[in-house]
């Protein structure tokens, strides 16, 4: 995996003025570009709950990082084959004594069941969350290698955005200039957008495989 040092050094090769763009605000835009790729590649978390006495819910907005959706819910943990519930409003009739589950609050902040857990019971709860956004140089970013090179163009176009700002405010630039950077803006944002549509497809065609019938083909 790759750290915000490593990160930093990539965006480097193509934003080399160190005067005009110091590295504390490459890595403002580095954690903003983890924020946004989130949106669309949201990092997958699995996080234990021990019950410490009988219960049928439990919080999870302290979870770290904190959930932005679940996605399912194991209980009880340690079952072969895994056990999940399923997800159900309360106001149901089924709900109440049955392997179901619901989510409150948005982002989600408790969880319900439909069976009451014993004391030392294990839940399991798999989730979306935001990628770890890094706070050092050392910190590892979460998001594949594959996918740094989305970084590296978000950044550049906010350094593009920042360019065109600048103008804008200094009344001796030609309007033609400040027409041109504007139009540069957009180009670079629609580069970074069309990358993260590529990864996007890419990931789909990873999850169904590439294959059609022919005549011999049967379904059973």
């Known amino acids: 995996m790759t750290t ?4 930093l050094a990539i965006v480097r090769e193509t934003l080399t003025n160190t005067t005009q763009w110091p590295d504390a605000t490459i890595n403002v835009w580095i ?6 790729y989130s949106h669309f590649f949201p990092y997958v978390v699995e996080k234990s709950y021990t019950f410490t006495s009988a219960a049928r819910s439990f919080t999870i907005s302290s979870l770290s990082p904190p959930p932005l959706e679940v996605l399912r819910v194991e ?6 084959p895994p056990r999940y519930l399923q997800q159900l409003p309360m106001t149901s009739q089924l709900f109440w004594d049955g392997p179901y ?7 989600p902040n408790e969880i319900y069941m439909g069976e009451e857990a014993a004391i030392d019971d294990v839940v399991v709860v798999c989730y979306n ?36 700002m600048t103008e ?53």
């Not at 209980?75 to 072969?80: H, I, N, T």
């Open 129 to 164: 969350a935001i990628h770890t956004v890094p706070t050092n140089d050392a910190s590892v970013l979460t998001l594949p290698d594959r996918h740094l090179e989305v970084i590296r163009l978000f950044c550049i176009w906010k350094a593009a955005e920042e360019i065109a």
């Open 4 to 7: 915000r040092a490593q990160m």
């Open 168 to 220: 804008e405010i200094d009344p001796d630039t030609q309007e033609f200039l400040v027409s041109q950077m504007g139009l540069n803006v957009i180009r670079c944002e629609r580069v970074y957008r069309n990358k993260m549509q590529e990864y996007q497809r890419s990931s789909l065609s990873e999850r169904t495989g590439p294959w059609s019938m022919d005549s011999k083909d049967r379904i059973y």
């Open 31 to 36: 954690a903003d570009a983890i924020r946004d």
């Open 101 to 107: 589950y619901e989510v409150r609050g948005v982002p």
């Open 75 to 80: 209980y009880p943990d340690g079952e072969e």
